[in-house]
């Protein structure tokens, strides 16, 4: 893919939201009273989670689509938001929006950290920093472990491990699925509002070149700094929400290899559209638990997964999101001819 193609694909995005806000309105209302109420307790679950990765996804694409930067950081991110999630929850008793808000600011905290070195340098160098900063997380949380109810900083316990309390309105699958939904869709709308406002112009001008941007007036250093503070603030959401989901975290779920798998599927569903997110994150839940509900190993998906990638790299740059569009707009001009053609 070309510099300029990628500069352009950019862009794609801030003009695809708007264009497409009526079939996601639809979709969105046929998820929230539809789906839910036709699904088993190992659905709801699965699609609860696949909604969280969504969103981890989603701050992957924030980055690559607007900045050209890879970060393999995000998903200890998730962790990050988890953690502090479950935290506030058990030792304060708040309610689960303000352990979510507050998973989401920890985790933004974080994310500016690791966006420091973005600064200087970008490409391999950036997605190996982050990488081992991810790897760093991941030791913290090994070593430390989730919260579960107990006193002291690390508020854990020796004893029975404490759920997670749900929000009011969603204490079972079903519910909390619809609400998952209503969060994805808010944090949508938080990253649209962004790129379509000053930030996204000053991102579109960063990735076009720097020195262009610097000369426009453009404060790169602070929009950089921005941008991985959202995109770790989305992560620490989607952690806050998995935690919520599930009612516990396992520290042995947040892998770094895991980072990878995330940023290597949302270039799979397509970095640059706004439905690429949701595609990666039904790639990470649904398919192995489509492929186990089959009873074939899970794993197989892992080989998909790297089919996946390779041809997305080589002929589907902008992803199964690309292609999806790419065929709809063939169908619609077929359907066009034969229209103009008929007498």
């Keep these: 893919m070309t ?19 009526g079939i996601v309105g639809a979709g969105a209302l046929i998820a929230l009273y539809v789906l839910p109420a036709t699904l088993s307790d190992y659905w709801l679950r699965t699609l609860i989670s696949a909604s969280a990765l969504t969103i981890a996804s989603l701050s992957v694409s924030l980055l690559f689509a607007q900045l050209g930067m890879v970060s393999l950081a995000q998903f200890g991110l998730l962790g990050v938001g988890g953690w502090f999630a479950l935290r506030i929850s058990h030792g304060v008793g708040v309610p689960f929006e303000f352990a979510l808000l507050t998973g989401g600011v920890a985790s933004a905290s974080v994310g500016l950290i690791i966006g420091l070195p973005a600064l200087r340098m970008r490409g391999l160098y950036l997605a190996i920093i982050t990488l081992m900063m991810a790897g760093a997380i991941q030791v913290l949380i090994s070593a430390f472990g989730f919260p579960d109810g107990g006193s002291g900083i690390l508020g854990k316990s020796t004893g029975t491990r404490m759920m997670m309390a749900r929000p009011l309105l969603a204490q079972n699958d079903e519910a909390y699925l619809r609400y998952a939904i209503v969060v994805v869709g808010l944090c949508y709308v938080l990253v649209l509002v962004h790129v379509r406002g000053r930030p996204g112009r000053a991102w579109a001008m ?4 720097e020195v262009c941007a610097f000369a426009g007036g453009v404060n790169i250093v602070a929009y950089k700094v921005w941008a991985f503070a959202l995109a770790g603030f989305l992560a620490g ?30 270039i799979v569903g397509g970095a640059y559209s706004w439905a690429g997110p949701i595609i990666a994150g039904l790639l990470l839940r649904a398919l192995p638990a489509l492929l186990n509900d089959l009873r074939v190993d899970g794993n197989i998906a892992t080989m ?9 790299l080589i002929s589907a740059p902008h992803g199964l999101a690309g292609q999806l569009q790419d065929l709809i707009k063939r169908v619609r001009g077929r359907l066009a001819g034969k229209q103009q053609a008929a007498p």
């Design 3 to 21: 510099d300029r193609s990628m500069e352009v694909a950019s862009l794609i995005p801030a003009t695809q939201f708007p264009l497409r806000a």
């Design 304 to 312: 998909v997964f790297g089919i996946g990638l390779l041809h997305a």
């Design 206 to 209: 960063i990735r076009r070149s």
């Design 237 to 266: 959401i989607a952690g806050g929400l998995l935690a919520g989901g599930v009612g516990q975290l396992d520290a042995s779920a947040f892998p770094a290899s895991q980072s990878i798998m995330l940023f290597a599927l949302t």
